[in-house]
């Protein structure tokens, strides 16, 4: 932590004060997506999240430009492996 960094310091001095209470599994939502039979999903949705993690409750991708850039130098190089490139 950088010492100029007064809103790190105190997010920290804080943390369990500001910290989300975690949602026990048991205790959270069914999914309910329509799965493919027609049915509700039973799953439990992901923390904070309205859906299971198999029907959208996860991570959508990057969003910035340079998460972006992460991504496509990361699948470059895989298919240069994988392509014998």
Not at 20 to 32: L, M, T, V
Not at 46 to 55: F, I, L, S, T, W
Not at 59 to 72: E, L, Q
């Given at each position: 932590?950088?010492?100029?960094?007064?809103?790190?310091?105190?997010?920290?001095?804080?943390?369990?004060?500001?910290?989300?209470?975690?949602i026990p599994k048991a205790d959270r939502e069914?999914?309910?997506?329509?799965?493919?039979?027609?049915?509700?999903?039973?799953?439990?949705?992901?923390?904070?999240?309205?859906?299971?993690?198999?029907?959208?409750?996860?991570?959508?991708?990057?969003?910035?430009?340079?998460?972006?850039?992460?991504?496509?130098?990361?699948?470059?190089?895989?298919?240069?492996?994988?392509?014998?490139?």
């Amino acid at each position: 932590m950088m010492q100029g960094d007064a809103s790190a310091q105190f997010y920290w001095q804080n943390y369990f004060h500001y910290a989300p209470i975690p949602i026990p599994k048991a205790d959270r939502e069914q999914c309910g997506a329509k799965t493919r039979q027609g049915e509700p999903c039973r799953r439990r949705c992901v923390a904070g999240r309205v859906r299971c993690a198999n029907h959208g409750g996860m991570s959508t991708g990057p969003k910035t430009a340079t998460g972006r850039a992460a991504i496509a130098a990361s699948n470059r190089r895989r298919a240069e492996t994988q392509n014998g490139g």
